[in-house]
Each structure stands twice: as structure tokens, then as C-alpha cells.
């Protein structure tokens, strides 16, 4: 049975939490203050090491809690969904969930040599390969397109208008050019 004390630092923990993952989708990791975060989540900012260790230990938990976040939504798929992208919305779901802001945003982050975050990034874009793999595998692929390299291209669209909408969302509709890609994606695996 968890105590008083355990529950109001495990609360105090995920507004940590969720404050710092707004944090760095909208001004990025390194622009990131304990204030901002102390500010947004209503936590003392003290608080802040003391369950996380350092600003780097509160990034590396804002991407282990996104990562299972995924992991939970994707793996609450039934083993036969059906046809492929049976839902029209399922397809955009992928790219437009709450966590993709943030990621999109710390690519930068987990590109730079050594980063603390590069494994944990690529740990999500192998999560979502797998789940399009899960039912690029059931489809019949025209001859020379593999499922693991149509998985790497839907990926990596996806994430690409995101980023393109991200810079520039006044001239780019994310939801026209992602049902676009589900509609090529479609015309291809029948």
C-alpha cells in the first residue's frame, strides 16, 4: 500500500512530467528552464533533481514515458484489425498523437553526436515500424517493394509533413498531405 508521501511525489512527478513535455515541444530541450518547468508544472523547482537528476535524467523520462505511450496505443491494436487502415483516421493517428510535436521537435537533439536521447528516438521510429509492419505483412506488396522498406518510407513521410507543418503551418495542411500519403500508401497495397 503506497503512502501519502508516495502519492503526492508520484503526482508531483507526472506534472513534472507532462510540463516539461509541453516545454520542449513548444521552445525545445536546450531553451528548457527548471523555471519554466517549475513555472508550468506548479512544482517547486527544487523538486525538480531531486526526481530526475539532472535536465538531461528529465528529458530521458519525458521520452521513456512517450515511448510507452506509444508502445500502449499501438499495442491495443486486435492481432487482425482487417483491412489495411480500415479507419481513415487510424493512418493520420500515427503521425498527429500528442507525443509527435515533441519529437519532431527534438530530432534535432537526437541527431547531435553522443546525444543522450539518439537511442530512445530510434527506439520510436522502430516502434512505429513495427506496428505498420504488423499489417504491411498481411498485404500483398507489388513485386520489388519490401515491407520493411514501404514501413521506413511511411515513417519517414509522416514525420517529414509533420516537420513541414511545424515550420511553416500556415502553408502546410498536414491532414490534406497525410490522408494523401494514406490514399498512395493505399493504391499500392491494395
Same mark, same amino acid.
Do not use: C
Given at each position: 500500500? +503506497?503512502?501519502?508521501?508516495?502519492?503526492?511525489?508520484?503526482?508531483?512527478?507526472?506534472?513534472? %512530467?507532462?510540463?516539461?513535455?509541453?516545454?520542449?515541444?513548444?521552445?525545445?530541450?536546450?531553451? +528548457?528552464?527548471?523555471?519554466?518547468?517549475?513555472?508550468?508544472?506548479?512544482?517547486?523547482?527544487?523538486?525538480?533533481?531531486?526526481?530526475?537528476?539532472?535536465?538531461?535524467?528529465? %528529458?530521458?523520462?519525458?521520452?521513456?514515458?512517450?515511448?510507452?505511450?506509444?508502445?500502449?496505443?499501438?499495442?491495443?491494436?486486435?492481432?487482425?484489425?482487417?483491412?489495411?487502415?480500415?479507419?481513415?483516421?487510424?493512418?493520420?493517428?500515427?503521425?498527429?498523437?500528442?507525443?509527435?510535436?515533441?519529437?519532431?521537435?527534438? %530530432?534535432?537533439?537526437?541527431?547531435?553526436?553522443?546525444?543522450?536521447?539518439?537511442?530512445?528516438?530510434?527506439?520510436?521510429?522502430? +516502434?512505429?515500424?513495427?506496428?505498420?509492419?504488423?499489417?504491411?505483412?498481411?498485404?500483398?506488396?507489388?513485386?520489388?517493394?519490401?515491407?520493411?522498406?514501404?514501413?521506413?518510407?511511411?515513417?519517414?513521410?509522416?514525420?517529414?509533413?509533420?516537420?513541414?507543418?511545424?515550420?511553416?503551418?500556415?502553408?502546410?495542411?498536414?491532414?490534406?498531405?497525410?490522408? +494523401?500519403?494514406?490514399?498512395?500508401?493505399?493504391?499500392?497495397?491494395?
Amino acid at each position: 500500500m +503506497t503512502t501519502r508521501r508516495e502519492q503526492t511525489s508520484h503526482e508531483s512527478r507526472e506534472l513534472i %512530467l507532462t510540463a516539461a513535455a509541453e516545454l520542449f515541444a513548444e521552445k525545445g530541450y536546450r531553451q +528548457t528552464t527548471f523555471v519554466d518547468v517549475a513555472e508550468r508544472s506548479g512544482i517547486s523547482r527544487g523538486s525538480i533533481p531531486w526526481h530526475f537528476g539532472s535536465k538531461e535524467g528529465l %528529458l530521458l523520462a519525458v521520452l521513456e514515458r512517450s515511448v510507452a505511450a506509444i508502445r500502449a496505443g499501438l499495442d491495443a491494436d486486435e492481432p487482425d484489425p482487417g483491412p489495411l487502415w480500415e479507419a481513415e483516421d487510424e493512418f493520420e493517428a500515427l503521425f498527429t498523437a500528442p507525443t509527435t510535436k515533441l519529437f519532431v521537435t527534438l %530530432l534535432v537533439e537526437a541527431l547531435e553526436p553522443g546525444s543522450p536521447i539518439q537511442s530512445r528516438y530510434a527506439e520510436i521510429h522502430a +516502434t512505429l515500424r513495427e506496428h505498420l509492419l504488423r499489417r504491411l505483412r498481411r498485404a500483398p506488396l507489388p513485386a520489388g517493394v519490401s515491407a520493411d522498406a514501404l514501413a521506413v518510407v511511411i515513417v519517414g513521410a509522416g514525420i517529414g509533413i509533420f516537420q513541414q507543418w511545424l515550420l511553416a503551418p500556415d502553408r502546410v495542411d498536414a491532414g490534406q498531405a497525410l490522408a +494523401t500519403l494514406r490514399t498512395m500508401v493505399a493504391a499500392l497495397v491494395p
